[in-house]
């Protein structure tokens, strides 16, 4: 099982009032599974990925990644967990932009200890696997945004994770280009047997998965006129196969989940993919996006969320954190 997840609450406190942005989730993720989870912005898409990428914790409520109960893990144990056992894909790419192609998908297995030449073949091997094996030394700025994308999408695959997490992956492409992106993540959830789960605001897309867990206001619900058999309980996410129906997105009520408030505590995302906010860094409730800390694949710096991207040491040519060099930190050489 990649993901079980019990009655999970997640509640912020700004400036004193409690809001509630998740209450009493429930689901479960097999290894191979496809889900799309969707609903309206401020319905908790967002701070469920959160907490699935475990990027953050819930207020109460049983969450377990990759066989690990993410209550019994301290903050070096679940960012561990996080480079060992997810690979995160966001709408804005976050590839490293004065860094090659294959540096940037090598850099998560910095933090496994693997020698510079060791993860240039991986990396290379995964660009290859993705239909970029002729781009491996060109930076961002010299490649289409789909190839950006598919950088991305080599970078989250090459450290091996059981779960794949795509928020709005499609969001900055045109729809060719967005047909083929969501077409290999499709294959590689075919192939590798990753779990694949989706968050989107597109219906079209949604509907392409296996399973759809259509959220609002902080549950998660099941359409009216879903077909028997169908469990309607809130917080339940055995919800209607796409391949039976598309279930309905409801118009948004007012938010649950807190959006762009100030602020200086951590682990709320703000609805959808956050991209400004994951190239700032900042970090108060509300600003929060799962980029900031998993924009390298899901890095799991032992020290903190976001402690491998410091775009600064990262990115640097002749860097001691560059990923293709032999004297980057946990080399094996």
């Known amino acids: 099982m990649a993901v079980e997840a019990v009655d999970l609450v997640r509640t912020y406190d700004l400036g004193g009032v409690s809001v509630s942005a998740l209450r ?29 990428g475990g990027l953050d ?30 690979g995160f894909v966001f709408q804005s790419f976050h590839l490293l ?68 997490l795509a928020d709005e992956p499609t969001g900055n492409l045109d729809s060719a280009t967005g047909e083929s992106v969501l077409t290999l993540l499709e294959e590689l959830n075919a192939d590798s047997g990753v779990a694949l789960v989706l968050v989107t605001h597109d219906r079209e897309v949604a509907g392409r998965a296996h399973r759809q867990v259509v959220m609002r206001d902080g549950a998660v619900v099941v359409p009216a006129a879903a077909e028997p058999g169908a469990e309607t309980g809130p917080g339940s996410a055995t919800v209607v196969p796409a391949a039976r129906r598309r279930p309905e997105i409801v118009d948004p009520a007012p938010s649950a989940e807190p959006r762009r408030a100030s602020g200086s505590d951590s682990g709320h995302p703000s609805g959808g993919s956050g991209g400004a906010t994951g190239a700032t860094g900042r970090r108060g409730v509300g600003d929060e996006s799962p980029e900031s800390a998993a924009s390298a694949g899901s890095l799991g710096s032992a020290g903190s969320l976001g402690g491998a991207e410091s775009a ?22």
Do not use: F
């Not at 191979?32 to 959160?50: E, F, I, N, Q, R």
């Not at 192609?101 to 496994?112: E, F, I, Q, T």
């Not at 930076?139 to 091996?160: C, F, H, K, M, Y």
């Open 24 to 52: 009493g989730v429930s689901l479960t993720i097999a290894a191979g599974d496809y889900v799309a989870v969707v609903g309206p912005s401020g319905s908790g898409k967002s701070t469920l990925m959160h907490l699935l």
């Open 312 to 333: 600064g040491s990262a990115e640097s040519p002749g860097s001691a954190e560059s990923p293709g060099s032999a004297e980057s930190p946990g080399s094996a050489s």
């Open 57 to 86: 914790r819930p207020t109460s409520g049983r969450l377990v990644i990759g066989g690990r109960d993410v209550a019994t893990l301290d903050a070096g144990e679940l960012a561990r967990l996080r480079n060992e056992t997810i």
């Open 97 to 164: 932009p004065r860094t090659s192609a294959v540096d940037n998908v090598a850099l998560p297995l910095v933090y496994r200890g693997i020698g510079g030449r060791r993860r240039r073949e991986l990396a290379a091997a995964m660009l290859g696997r993705v239909g970029l094996g002729h781009r491996l030394d060109h930076r961002p700025n010299q490649l289409s945004g789909g190839e950006q994308q598919r950088v991305a999408i080599a970078r989250a695959l090459v450290t091996d994770p059981v779960l794949l």
